[in-house]
């Protein structure tokens, strides 16, 4: 069973920053690509990144590209989204997920497992 917990979120002006972390525990997390989506109220969760099981391949939404930094500790099984730049648009719940098997994906029927979630706010 793997289990994946989110933390780092909060309540940040816009212009701020903040680094997310998703620990993960369960199986042999550095063989998967691992993957952040986003879901603003009323709204349908999105991809945001995702990371090859190395940290040597990234990607993006356009929306984030520039912004937001996606890496991983793989030694701590602990995948990462650092946020710069934050705007008040980027406001949502923010989820961790491990694609299971096979390359990347911005689908988020193709992870199999994923975090609770934590809140992310920018205020204007």
């Known amino acids: 069973q793997v289990q994946l917990v989110e933390s780092g979120g909060g309540l940040v002006q816009a212009g701020g920053s903040l680094r997310l972390s998703c620990a993960a525990s369960?199986?042999?997390?550095?063989?998967?690509?691992m993957g952040w989506f986003r879901q603003a109220p009323g709204k349908e969760r999105e991809f945001v990144a995702a990371?090859?099981?190395?940290?040597?391949?990234?990607y993006y939404a356009e929306s984030v590209k520039g912004r937001f930094t996606i890496s991983r500790d793989n030694a701590k099984k602990t995948v990462y989204l650092q946020m710069n730049s934050l705007k008040p648009e980027d406001t949502a719940v923010y989820y961790c997920a491990d694609r299971g098997s096979g390359s990347y994906s911005p689908h988020q029927y193709e992870y199999d497992y994923w975090g609770q979630g934590t809140q992310v706010t920018v205020s204007s």
């Open positions: 369960g199986r042999t997390f550095s063989s998967y690509y």
């Open positions: 990371i090859n099981w190395i940290g040597s391949s990234t």
